[in-house]
């Protein structure tokens, strides 16, 4: 008889794959880490004994992610940044240098979102996601790599992304867009970069629930009862298992490996099924009503 069991639990938070003190001495700037997967890959970075740099916009989120990382008796340092403005990334850098020296990894991983049926998207509803997901992680690496280049030191870039960036995003166009832009830049810049020492790779979370999520977000994942019967592994992803894929990405022991897009998520963007359940439109799934221009 096969049972359904789903994939196992992983190990507790607070283990790690790696060895102790992987990071010792290298500084990571992550973007957006004062809430949700940002918090929780620096913080796996920060427990392999990196310093840490947080570069978001709001202050709440810079004092929680600095308290997380403090809790964790590792360095750490925040700059406000809009990673909108390429001015405001230098002079995060130049905070992150003075702290700590230039940052060995950056970990791009601020990015907005919400969702919205398309023909509803006003043009400043676009422009805003893909100006912050997309152009925002483009200038934050291009001002990592050119100090990088400038200092003759290697340095690894991790991207986060999403699935849809392959499969499109129904109710998310221009976040998936931007996705997949951020993916395809991931191929180039590894390759242009690559002879500079610098790798470049991309990270795709599947669904990893936190408290932290927007309420559009938070309220498009209410409109479905059980987050866990929905995924081939009968479970979302636990918020260290990105930590850990992270910090694989960017440690020695991954330093051939650069132009690839590691997914973690249980295989849930393969997924078909079978017979097709009933096709129902994004204003649907969303309780709106018809589009009245
Ligand atoms: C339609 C919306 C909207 C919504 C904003 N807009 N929210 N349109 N539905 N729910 C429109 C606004 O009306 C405006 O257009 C334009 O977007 C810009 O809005 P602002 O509020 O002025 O922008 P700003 O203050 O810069 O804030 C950016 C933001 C905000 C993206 C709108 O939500 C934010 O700061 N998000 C950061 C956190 C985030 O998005 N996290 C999600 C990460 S991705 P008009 O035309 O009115 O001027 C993620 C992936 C999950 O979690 C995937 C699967 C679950
Ligand atoms: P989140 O908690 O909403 O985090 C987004 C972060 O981005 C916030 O900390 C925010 O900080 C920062 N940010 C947004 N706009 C910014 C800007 N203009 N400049 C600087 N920082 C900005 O979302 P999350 O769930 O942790 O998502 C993190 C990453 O995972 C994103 O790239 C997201 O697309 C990806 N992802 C998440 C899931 C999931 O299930 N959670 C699934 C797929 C992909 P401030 O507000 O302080 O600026």
């Known amino acids: 008889m096969s049972e359904c069991i789903g994939l196992p639990e ?3 938070r607070g283990a790690h794959a790696l060895p102790a003190g992987t990071f010792a001495g290298q500084t990571v700037f992550v973007t957006g880490a004062g809430t949700g997967l940002g918090k929780a890959i620096a913080e796996e970075f920060a427990r392999l004994g990196a310093a840490i740099v947080i570069a978001s916009r709001k202050p709440e989120h810079l004092d929680a992610g600095r308290a997380a990382i ?3 008796g590792a360095p750490v340092t925040t700059v406000p940044c809009d990673i909108r403005e390429p001015e405001q990334i230098a002079a995060a850098f130049d905070a992150a240098d003075a702290a700590f020296g230039l940052p060995d990894v950056l970990v791009n991983n601020a990015a907005a979102n919400f969702p919205v049926p398309a023909e509803d998207m006003s043009p400043n509803a676009w422009r805003t996601v893909v100006d912050i ?13 050119r100090r990088h280049l400038l200092a003759s030191t290697p340095g690894s870039i991790v991207n986060v992304g999403a ?4 499969t499109g995003g129904p109710g998310f166009a ?4 931007a ?3 951020v993916k395809n830049m991931v191929e180039t810049l590894a390759v242009e970069w690559g002879p500079y020492g610098i790798q470049v790779n991309g990270l795709v979370p599947g669904l990893f629930p936190h408290e932290d999520m927007t309420a559009d977000i938070q309220g498009n994942l209410e409109r479905t009862s059980d987050k866990d019967v929905v995924q081939p592994a009968l479970r979302v992803g636990r918020l260290r298992e990105l930590g850990w894929a992270a910090t694989f990405l960017a440690s020695p022991y991954a330093r051939f490996v650069s132009g690839h897009t590691l997914v973690v998520d249980g295989a849930n963007w393969q997924r078909r099924s079978l017979t097709n359940p009933p096709v129902v439109t994004v204003r649907d799934q969303m309780g709106k009503g018809p589009f009245a221009g």
């Open 163 to 166: 699935s849809y960036a392959w």
């Open 174 to 177: 221009h976040s998936a867009a």
């Open 133 to 145: 997901t997309l152009n925002g992680t483009f200038f934050c690496a291009r001002e990592f790599a």
């Open 70 to 72: 403090e809790a964790l």
């Open 10 to 12: 992983p190990p507790p």
């Open 179 to 181: 996705k997949a832009g």
